[in-house]
C-alpha cells in the first residue's frame, strides 16, 4: 500500500504575491493546504515604542509609514483621537479638506489593491492602468503637502496648511474621469471567465465567522455585514455626506471586489460632495495651547515664532484620561487607542491596524484550496506590512 | 451618563462585586474589574448584551505608577446597537497572567500573542502562545517602561537633542 505524507513548503518573505515581507510556512497534501502559518514583524519598527517619548505632534509623521499605501488616513485617525483627548474644535474648511483627502486616500489605496490583486491573479493589464489614474492622487498628495506619500499634512486643530487654488479644479478633473475608469477596470474584470473562476467561491467566510475573527472594513462587509463607521459612527462631519455602504451576499473574493469597486465609486460622490461644500475660512483651530499659528505670524511676527517654538519643542500637556478612536481606513476599522498621564507626550500609544487583525483569517479562508488560491485570498485581504509590524 | 450606560447597568446588576471602577471620560464608557471575573464578563457581554467585535485587546504598563503594574484593555464593539465598551483589568507583575480570551472571540488569538511578546504577560490556555512580531529568541519585551528605547546593553534615551 502506497503511503502519503505532507509537505511543508516556505513561501516569502521575497515573494512577489505576499505584498512586501509576509512570510507563510504552508502544509500541503499534494497541493492542497492543510496548515497555514504565518510569520509577522519583518518591518516592525516600534512605533507604538517610539510614540512613549515624542510629543503628541512629533508622533504624526510616524503613522504616514504604517499603511503607506494611505497615508492620510492614518493620519486622520491619530489626528481625531487627540482631538478628542484635548476637545479641540476643528473649523468647517479644515473637516471638508480632510474628507476630501480621506476619500482620494482610499481611492488611492484601493487602486493599488485592484492593480496588484489582479497582477496577482493574472491580470496584468489592470495593474498598469490601476497606477495611472494612481499617480494622478499622488500629484494631488504632492501638491498639498510637498511629498507622494509621506504626507504629514493635517495638524491637531485643523491642517498644516490651506490648500492651493489648483487644488479643487485638479481634484475635480480627476473625479471626473475616475467613475469612467473604473468601467474599464470593470471591463477588464467583472465578466472576465478567468477572473470569475479565480475569483468566485475563493475564500470564503461567513459572517459570523468573519464577526468572530475581528475582520472589519470592506472584507467583513463582502460577507454581508451593513457596517461603516462612517455611517455608524460618524466622525469628522460625515453625518454629513450621503453615500451608499455597499455590501456583499457570497462572502467570496469576487463579493469583496465588488463591494471595493462601489466604494470607490461612492468615494468619488464623497468627494464631490466636498468639494461643493468648500467654503473660504481659516484652516486651523484657534486653540493657541495646543495648535500651532498660522505660518504667516510665524513668519511675520515675534510672538508668532515664539508660539511655533513653544508648541514644536515642547508640545502641550494633555488632560489625564484615555480615549480610542476608530475611522474607516481603506483596509478596516484603524483605531488609536490613547492613554494620558497629564503629560506632554503619552503614556501609551495603541494603533488598532485593520491589516493586523484581517490577516489572521488568511488560514481560516484558505484551508483546504490550492496555493494558487491562497494569492488571491492574500489580495483580498488587502493587507500591508507596514501596518501589519508597526 | 456612565450610570446609564446599558451596559454598566446590567453589569452592576450580574458583578457588582467584581466592578472595582466606571469611568466616563469623552464619551466614552471604561469599567475596570476584577481579573477573576474577567471570562465570565466578556462572556456575559458578548452573549446577553451583543458586543460581538473584539475590537483591539491590548496591555498597559504602569510602572512604579500603580500597585499593580499592568492594566489589560479590551475595546468591545456591538455591531447591531453600533456601542462601544472599554473592559479594563490589573495584572500584578509577579503572577503575570490571564485567562485567554480566545474561547470568547476568536480574534484575541494574535492580539494576546501580541500583548506576550511586547510586555511578557501570559495567557492561560492559549493555544500558541509565540512571539510575533520579535523574532523568536528575543530577549525581554520591548513595550514594558523599564525596557531602554534604544534597545539592550544601550545607554538609556533621555531625550531628542534637539
Redesign the interface.
Known sequence: MATTETMTLNMGPQHPSTHGVLRLVLELDGEVITKVTPHIGYLHRGVEKLSEHRTYHQILPLTDRLDYLAPMSNNLGYILAVEKLMGVEVPERAETIRIIMAELTRLQSHLVWIACHALDIGAMTVFIYAFRERETVMEIYELISGARMTSNFFRVGGLSQDVPDEFIKKVSDFIDVMPGYLDQYEGLLTTNPIWLKRTVGNGVISAEDAIDIGLTGPALRGSGVDWDLRRDNPYSGYDKYQFKVPVGENCDTFDRYKVRLVEMREACKIVRQGLDKLKPGPVLADYPQVCYPPKESVYNSIEGLIHHFKIASEGFPAPEGEVYQGVEAPKGELGFYIVSDGGNKPERLRIRPPSFVNLQAIEQMSLGSMIADLVAVIGTLDIVLGEIDR | MAENNRAVLKLKEKFAASIIDVVE??D?V?VTVKKDAITDILMFLKQSLQY?????L?A???LG?KEERFMM?Y?L?S?PN?D?L?IKTPVNEVECKIPSAIPV???A???EREVYD?FGITFDNHPDLR?????DDWVGH??RKD?P?QGPDREP?K??L?
Request: proline share 2%; hydrophobic share 40%; no cysteine.
Open positions: 471620560f469623552r466614552e471604561t460581538n467585535l473584539l475590537t483591539d491590548t498597559v504598563d504602569y505608577k484593555v475595546q464593539y455591531i453600533k462601544r472599554r472571540w476568536a480574534t488569538n494574535w492580539l511586547l512571539r510575533i512580531l520579535m523574532t520591548p513595550l525596557y528605547l534615551y531625550g531628542r534637539s
